[in-house]
């Protein structure tokens, strides 16, 4: 039997997958560098335009710092919320009970009655809520283009791209993939209770 041919596809094969490695590898990481960067660029901008005074809400620039932070905080805590009570709604939390009280007692709570629908509807509501609110304070049509071309600004800007991707990137998503990673200790920590009474209304 002939296995020279053989012989000579390993090496083609390990090449191959091999180059097919470096490129998932570099794409990925310029998708996260793009990504990445993209991100801090509108906190900077947002922060900027806090800062001076360009917001749609009227007020002053603390007190759009402290409502921008506070819907932030808001959202991390109704979306990890949601993704960890769906995860461990149906599990015997007296387990539980020493180790993350906090969570034991939340759990407790959303077991009674109805209160995972109450949850559900108290979450969807603030989470449109603060949407709105943060939409107040990150939007500012009077803002210094910076020589920016019309149409690049109008796509990246001003259709409210850095408020949302900002919202959704930090706001949203972290808390989602933490509360899917550990929902036991993203029950736990504190405020999560009081965000839950508060989705309750």
Known sequence: MDTSNTTDAMPKEQNSAHEAGISTFLSTAIKYIVSSGLTLTYVVYLMWGIWTNQAVLPGPPIAHF?????????????????????????????????????????????????????????????????????????????????????????????????????????GSLQPQLLAAKDPWKFLDLYGSCSVLYLCYG
């Not at 993704?83 to 180790?99: F, G, N």
């Not at 809520?129 to 020589?147: C, E, H, K, Y």
């Open 66 to 170: 402290i409502i921008f932070c506070f819907c932030l905080t808001l959202v991390a805590y109704l979306e990890g919320l949601q993704v960890a009570i769906l995860a461990v709604e149906h599990t015997d939390a007296r387990p539980k009970k020493m180790t993350h009280p906090r969570a034991f007692k939340l759990i407790s709570s959303i077991k009674q009655g109805n209160n995972v629908e109450k949850f559900l509807i108290g979450r969807q509501f603030f989470t449109i809520f603060v949407f709105t609110l943060m939409a107040q304070v990150t939007s500012f049509p009077n803002i210094s283009r910076l020589g920016i071309p019309s149409v690049i600004w109008f796509i990246f800007i001003q259709t409210g791209l850095p408020g949302a991707m900002v919202a959704t990137t930090i």
